[in-house]
């Protein structure tokens, strides 16, 4: 379990944190606020009872706290330590403003909240914090300071105080023409944390506000996938075995951005909201949604030809092909093959014959169990002789009991504090698709001859150019470590998941602030979205070089919609038309009704011929929706149907097409095809055969939203 | 419980497949597939080879390995693509065999033998198929014509109807023809006219013909004496040709072997998951197409059956949506998307949504190149993608992609990519790894093309903190003998070819469920190829095992001693606070308790006067099972440290 936490932020509310500095387009608190929105808004997110902050004001027009002594005036407790709810941060957002006030003293401030900290967590073990946030413009009380140090160390709560445009050498940060007031209390307060203990610190505001920009991955409690033997040999027959008791860990695992629920505007209020569409929603009028599924079989009596069946008259079954096979309830599990939890290795292969592109899924961490010399000595045994003879092990691998089995790959690898073996899943003979793909360094003629010159092959000069820009691209050392040294550029530990921190970047915004936009996408998240721009500068006559070389040519959008009109020949090359009677060519049959089609289309002369075809062709997919029992031929007529249309925008005669639909929706819906045929419509819509409006075809003469309206009309 | 679970897993998981679907390029079309197998039957495809004394000798005619690749193909399907079709049309035969149900039976199309009409495959038909490979041709279906020549321009016709028919709008119709013929109407010139007139109509209606030639003996197959006519080139398919291979026997390849390996090749269509522009240096695109070729086989999950009609059948669920505060049914209209955030929602309108979502235009964009051992082995997350170059939209994408290949190769360099692979997809990080040449000696992946691979990295995110400290090493000694031991036991050629391991629990599902829907026997053991050659191991490496084993027992003896001698002066230093809380404590976790800890224990007998959780604790942290009375738990463990100790 995670620790418990309290944190109390103390807020300088002082008239002087209105102000906008530095260059800034808000106001002091407004800034400073959007690093302690984010923190609490984390432990809202959080959920958890154990996560509580409190928030103080100081330098407020009221004074409301508990400590009825002299000295603590103008000071609020704005939220009392505990847990935080979404509507507890509601409430609290509308009393963080500044005040009129210049009166109320931080250090006032930080005994109350060491008050409300002791109160709450008492001699119980928690992580207790202070954090201070104050533009220092204040009377600043430095007389009790040791005082106060003394007592946070003994509560042993850490301090952390950030100050608005407070020097910061090690930031290079330093503001001009300070006030000597604030100049004098950054001392103070600087004395303050020095004595308060080693995690305390003192810090420019600007630090803790670039430093949330900077993504933070969610750690993640270790999770054991295996424990028990790794094997090698028979240990029922064999009189020596290599038997190792170890225990398997996740070492990647994929995270996920968070997950929108399917909700719905609660019924009291559907109504109403849905009046005034431009108010922003509250995430309280909403409610989850629940799926309820029924159950439906084929049965020609019913109307429509399916009908209800209980859920309970269902069983569970599998489906071989088109056979349906019923699983009785007792032998449920007759089609798992049963297996035993188990790491056996069957055996080893060479390092640099194996391809990493193989990998199908996420790697594991296996090392020996603990407190077991043997198991320790053996396993580490078994690393070093993988790891000097530069091999993997392949080894078949049960979880559990009645887990299938998988195979992984074991690779040694040498950690400073350990040696293991990293695992990634194989794939089986069933998962490889042996699709056959041409060469990319040859091209083999119709004839069977064999090229190294071609127009699909590079030139020497290209590959040159290619080689040039890909040494001159090297980004294995155009990073900066620690120590300034160059270093690989995007390392792992560098690459965020852009998805998941935008998602919940945004979702934190929203919930401190309904009423703004959603934020564009931070910065950082798209670092490694594109080369480095200043390598790319320095490497430009390359890229020049490499294009000029690669002489890519765009493909002109029009002619990838034309390429019907020439005729397409079979790899022989034999003109397949010629070979047809002139007779033959304009009349369409049902039975051959496509090819027919585009034939008639292709030696078309006259928009006559082109008319009648469309005609002859329209007829067939009439007469095949009317002839459809149910919806037997309905695939057949939406076949004809797209024939038709890709044709017809293909020869730039859209409103043939545009004729023929309108005609044939008429009819649809008004059941002169052959009864009720609204469920075809239907179908046309969804696979979006309407009209051919002018985006796809320029010479049509219907509207976008013509076209649209003629999908939704009834 | 577990399989509801199980399906709920499996329903987040298809957000993911849906979202992979492999695009078609007309999206009008039902994204399906049926295979129509033509075999012809003539006396040369039914002659058997040679008689041989050899055991690895052919068998099988022509017809029969057609036959029985069929079967495999379609035994694989339905595994592999349980909703596409297949059908059997044999062409050559003396008997006609159309539709049943259809009034023309067999006289449109003389010499063709509907074996088996277009459909997703049933448990009979396989049985059907099982019985023809097996000699049981009780209809005599595989006798050929009498007649001289078979039109094949009838043949060509007759699949024309089967697909316009029983596959209409699929957005992939494939006829494979399988034939020892190159020349059908040698001396015909008009039926060899109408014929290609034939195929032409296919290339209309979008069906691909795909020619599985066999030669035998030393003739070779000569395309262009009839087969240019007719196959056309894929206008999807890559701009450099794909040769045919015929499939023959020899070189120790079985011409059934030779057949299935060709014709697996072409089991699933080749569509491309996505068709996108590959930047490899800013302003410079080509495009690129990628595929799927490495992808996790599933099981289909379970259905429900209505048995209480004539015959079972498979019921079709629908979902309705019902608000969770009023159950009233939801339009889907009405449904909105919004995020939990502290026990509330936090509403985002559909266009914020899609704003969210969006990373700019879909594309691969490399953002600079790296040594390939700077992946670290352990950096794995996902399967990787195959992509290859398209001339479609940019003319000179294969030459640049190939000079990018080359140089990768030849450097052993990587390409580091940040991908968007579809509009309004996460991006990802890729690695742009290549893959050798199949033919090459040394190449570790023969089964693989030759091309570039997305490989998704891990990102800060992905990774798992690991906090492990075990610091024993082993001596020389004991790491050279398991060095022999590693030698002894590498895989054929030294390599991991995933051809040769079936996913055994996939094949027992299917076979069990093809048994049960035949009626048949239950097999009694499954074959599995994952599990280790025990026999081989013991007989290659035995020896050194043994000569290990000493070693290590050993070693392990003398490191206890010594671990426990340390913890004995430990423990007597004079470090109170220590000691204190270990006796404060009382209770040392059973996990925590070392070997030397636990014999004293149970030596003292102090062991039973562990609390049952305790000892618990320590079977479990053992791998023993943590099940049973005390009285089992005591015996388990004190088994356990005799056999380990």
């Known amino acids: 379990m995670a620790d418990k936490e309290a944190t109390v932020f103390i807020i300088d509310l002082g008239a002087s944190m209105a102000a906008v500095n530095g260059g800034r387009e808000e106001s002091d608190l407004d800034w400073s606020m959007s690093y302690v929105w984010d923190k609490i808004s984390n432990v809202v997110a959080s959920n958890r009872k154990t996560l509580c902050v409190g928030v103080v004001g100081f330098r407020t027009d009221e004074t409301n706290h508990t400590l009825s002594e002299d000295g603590y005036e103008n000071i609020s407790i704005l939220q009392p330590l505990g847990p935080m709810s979404m509507s507890g941060l509601k409430a609290l957002q509308p009393k963080v403003k500044p005040s009129r006030t210049v009166e109320g003293d931080a250090i006032s401030a930080i005994v109350i909240a060491v008050d409300m900290i002791d109160k709450y967590t008492k001699k119980n073990k928690w992580k207790r914090q202070i954090v201070l946030i104050t533009d220092g413009q204040g009377e600043i009380d430095p007389d009790d300071i040791g005082d106060i140090a003394r007592k946070m160390r003994d509560s042993n709560i850490e301090l952390t105080v950030l100050g608005v445009d407070f020097d910061a050498p090690d930031y290079g940060f330093k503001e001009e023409d300070k006030p000597s007031v604030k100049k004098q209390n950054e001392e103070t307060l600087k004395k303050l944390v020095d004595g308060c203990g080693d995690d305390s610190r003192l810090a420019s505001m600007v630090e803790a506000i670039d430093d949330l920009n900077e993504p933070r991955a969610k750690s993640v409690k270790p999770y054991k996938t295996y424990e028990g033997l790794l094997i090698l040999g028979d240990p029922k027959n064999a009189p020596a075995v290599v038997e190792i008791r170890v225990e398997r860990y996740f070492k990647t695992h994929l995270a996920r951005p968070p997950a929108a629920s399917t909700v719905v505007v609660k019924e009291e209020q559907a109504g109403q909201s849905q009046a005034d569409e431009d108010e922003p929603m509250d995430g309280a009028e909403l409610t989850a949604v629940r799926q309820a599924r029924t159950y439906k079989v084929n049965d020609p009596d019913a109307p429509g030809g399916k009908r209800d069946v209980e859920f309970e008259s269902l069983a569970k079954g599998y489906e071989y092909g088109r056979t349906a096979v019923h699983i009785s309830e007792s032998d449920q599990n007759v089609t798992k093959l049963a297996t035993e939890k188990s790491f056996k290795i069957i055996g080893f292969v060479q390092k640099e014959k194996y391809e990493m592109l193989l990998n199908l899924g996420e790697t594991c961490v296996t090392v020996a169990s603990k407190y077991d010399e043997k198991s320790e000595l053996a396993f580490s045994s078994l690393v070093w002789a993988l790891s000097e003879l530069d091999a993997y092990a392949v080894a078949r691998l049960v979880t559990k009991d009645q887990k299938d089995p998988m195979l992984v790959l074991l690779m040694p690898y040498m950690e400073p504090d350990y040696v293991c073996l990293y695992d990634v899943p194989l794939p089986f003979a069933e998962d490889i698709r042996t699709y056959q793909f041409p060469p990319l360094d040859r091209v083999v003629t119709v004839s069977g001859q064999t090229l190294t010159n071609h127009r699909l092959l590079p030139s020497d000069e290209l590959n040159q150019a290619m080689s040039d820009y890909v040494d001159a691209m090297d980004i294995s050392n155009y990073g900066i470590d620690e120590d300034g040294k160059p270093a690989e550029y995007a390392t792992i530990d560098e690459l965020y998941n852009p998805a998941i921190h935008r998602i919940g970047h945004a979702i934190k915004q929203r919930a401190i602030h309904p009423e703004k936009p959603v934020p564009e996408i931070p910065p950082v998240l798209l670092r490694f979205a594109a080369p480095p721009t200043e390598l790319v500068e320095t490497v430009q006559p390359h890229i020049d070089a490499l294009i000029h070389a690669a002489d890519v040519k765009k493909v002109p959008p029009k002619a990838k919609g034309k390429r019907q009109r020439e005729t397409v020949k079979p790899i022989s090359g034999l003109d397949v038309d010629a070979l047809l009677g002139e007779e033959q060519k304009g009349s369409i049959s049902p039975e051959n009704a496509i090819p027919d089609f585009k034939r008639a289309l292709n030696s078309s002369e006259e928009v006559e011929q082109i008319a009648d075809a469309t005609k002859q062709m329209g007829a067939i997919v009439r007469s095949l929706i009317t002839d459809s029992f149910g919806d037997s031929k309905y695939a057949q007529a939406m076949e004809g149907i797209g024939a038709m249309r890709e044709e017809l925008i293909n020869l730039e005669e859209p409103g043939l097409y545009n004729d023929f639909v309108r005609d044939l929706k008429k009819s649809l819906l008004s059941g002169a095809l052959g009864g009720d045929r609204r469920d075809f419509w239907f179908k046309m819509r969804w696979a979006k055969l309407g009209l051919v409006d002018k985006k796809q075809s320029e010479v049509s003469s219907v509207t976008l939203e013509e076209a649209g309206e003629f999908y939704k009309s009834r | ?645």
């Open chain 2, 1 to 645: 419980m577990t399989d509801a679970q199980k399906d709920w897993r499996r329903d987040e998981n298809d957000e993911d497949d849906e979202a992979e679907q492999e695009l078609d390029e007309a999206s009008l079309k039902a994204q399906k597939d049926a295979i129509l197998l033509a075999i012809e039957v003539s006396p040369s495809m039914l002659e058997p080879p040679p008689v041989s004394s050899s055991r690895k000798a052919d068998r099988d005619s022509p017809v029969q390995a057609a036959l029985k690749c069929a079967r495999h193909l379609m035994e694989q399907r339905i595994i592999s693509n349980p909703k596409d079709m297949m059908g059997i049309l044999l062409f050559g035969t003396e008997k006609t065999k159309f539709r049943d149900d259809n009034g023309r039976s067999g006289l449109g199309y003389p010499n063709c033998y509907l074996f088996m009409d277009l459909d997703i495959p049933a448990a009979e038909d396989v049985k059907a198929l099982k019985a023809l490979t097996e000699d049981e041709d009780e209809d005599e279906v595989l006798k050929p014509a009498t007649t001289d020549t078979v039109s094949m321009s009838n043949v060509l016709f007759c699949a024309n109807q089967i697909f316009t028919t029983k596959a209409a709008n699929f957005g992939s119709r494939r006829l494979f023809i399988v034939t020892d013929n190159d020349d059908p109407h040698a001396s015909d010139k008009a039926a060899m006219s109408a014929a290609a007139v034939r195929a032409k109509d296919l290339y209309d209606l979008g069906i691909t013909i795909d020619l599985f030639p066999i030669a035998t003996g030393d003739s070779k197959f000569d395309l262009s004496k009839f087969y240019d006519d007719i196959v056309y080139r894929d206008p999807n398919a890559e701009a450099n040709r794909t040769e045919v291979r015929a499939s023959k026997s020899g070189d120790g390849l079985s011409l059934l072997n030779s057949l299935i390996s060709n014709i697996n090749s072409k089991q699933t269509p080749k569509r491309a998951l996505f068709h996108l522009p590959l930047e490899i240096a800013p302003g410079l695109k080509i495009t690129v197409k990628g595929y799927n070729i490495v992808h996790r086989q599933m099981p289909a999950r379970t259905c429900y059956i209505w048995l209480e009609g004539e015959k079972a059948q498979i019921a079709t669920g629908e979902t309705t949506r019902v608000a969770e505060d009023s159950a009233r049914t939801v339009e889907k209209q009405e449904i909105k998307k919004a995020y939990k955030f502290g026990g509330e929602y936090v509403y985002f309108t559909p266009e914020e949504q899609k704003k969210l979502r969006d990373f700019g235009a879909p594309t691969i964009r490399i953002i600079g190149f790296k040594k390939r051992s700077m992946i670290p082995v352990w950096a794995s997350v996902k399967k990787s993608t195959f992509i290859f170059p398209s001339e479609e939209d940019y003319i000179g994408s294969t030459r640049v992609f190939s000079a990018l290949w080359q140089k990768l190769l030849k450097d052993d360099k990587i390409g580091l990519a940040w991908c968007v692979l579809r509009s309004n997809a996460q991006p990802m990080f890729a690695a742009l790894i290549p893959s050798r040449e199949q033919s090459e000696d040394d190449a570790g992946t023969p089964y693989l093309p030759a091309g570039l691979w997305l490989y998704p990295l891990p990102t800060a995110d992905d990774l798992r903190d690991i906090n492990i400290e075990r610091k024993l090493d082993c001596s020389e000694d004991l790491k050279t003998k398991m060095r022999v031991i590693v030698q002894q036991l590498n895989l054929p050629k030294g390599i991991y070819n995933p051809l040769k391991y079936p996913n055994p629990a996939l094949q027992w599902h299917y076979k069990i469920l093809q048994t049960l829907a035949l009626e048949e026997e239950m097999p009694e053991e499954p074959e599995d190829l994952t599990q280790p050659k025990n026999k081989a191991i013991s007989k290659r490496a035995g020896g050194y095992l043994e000569e290990w084993s000493e070693t290590l027992k050993d070693e392990a003896d003398r490191a206890t001693r010594a671990r426990s001698l340390k913890r004995e002066i430990e423990d007597d230093a004079p470090e109170r606070p220590a000691k204190q809380r270990k006796v404060a404590g009382e209770r040392p976790s059973g996990s925590n308790l070392s070997m030397a800890q636990l014999r004293d224990a149970i030596e003292s007998g102090s062991i039973s006067k562990m609390t049952v959780a305790q000892l618990k604790d320590v079977a479990g942290a053992r791998g023993l099972s943590t099940s049973g009375k005390k009285a089992d738990l005591l015996e388990r463990i004190e088994q356990w440290v005799e056999e380990n100790s």
